[in-house]
């Protein structure tokens, strides 16, 4: 059974930086491109960034250049480093892949 796990959320002042680790298993993680979403405070879940099975990446233009997301296939770990974080980055953060999704780690960014 594919499950995925998001740890490393926390709260941080507007500027700063975390790390979000997801953990996956269950399922042939190198075979899977993985991406992260998030949903903040009264608003739809949106889409932050993929990177495929072969290490390519892209991201929305609301993360460009502060967040970066790489993968560790012999750990079956995605990552996320987010780095300028300002209050708009606040949301829940989600590991997803195919028809999989993790709970979520909160980010909160504190002016």
């Known amino acids: 059974q594919a499950q995925l796990v998001e740890f490393g959320g926390g709260l941080v002042q507007a500027g700063g930086s975390l790390r979000l680790t997801c953990a996956a298993s269950g399922f042939i993680f190198s075979v899977y491109n993985m991406d992260w979403y998030r949903q903040a405070p009264g608003k739809q879940r949106e889409w932050v960034a993929v990177i495929t099975k072969g290490g390519s990446t892209r991201y929305a233009d609301s993360v460009k250049g502060r967040f970066t997301i790489s993968r560790d296939n012999s750990k079956s770990t995605v990552y996320l480093q987010m780095n300028s974080l300002n209050l708009e980055d606040t949301a829940v953060y989600y590991c997803?892949?195919?028809?999989?999704w993790g709970r979520g780690t909160q980010v909160t960014v504190s002016s």
């Open positions: 997803h892949t195919a028809d999989f």
